[in-house]
């Protein structure tokens, strides 16, 4: 099975792998929960409602799109590249 999508944060230089939105959620929660940044700032940048944000940093989200949990992650200085399903 291929990876719907490829996040390379700068820091590490290792891509992580997201096969569905659960593991987007999992990684945009802990990075919004570990970041300096208000969470309305993040909201700011990522161009998405800071209830999203919010819903998102205590768990409270059933469901948003791909598009959404990537947004965040450049916030936070993922690269991201799509990759095409087998």
């Known amino acids: 099975m291929t990876a719907a999508a ?7 230089k290792q891509p992580v ?3 569905d939105v659960s593991e987007a959620i999992a990684l945009c929660q802990h990075e919004i929960r570990t970041s300096s940044l ?7 940048r990522a161009g998405v409602c800071s209830q999203t944000i919010s819903n998102i940093g205590y768990g409270d ?3 948003p ?5 990537l947004r965040i992650l450049k916030v936070f200085g993922y690269r991201v590249y799509a990759q095409r399903g087998s």
């Open 17 to 19: 792998l997201l096969d």
């Open 38 to 44: 208000k969470w309305p700032e993040i909201a700011v």
């Open 6 to 12: 490829v996040v390379i944060p700068l820091r590490s």
């Open 65 to 69: 799109r791909m598009n959404t949990c």
């Open 61 to 63: 989200v059933k469901s």
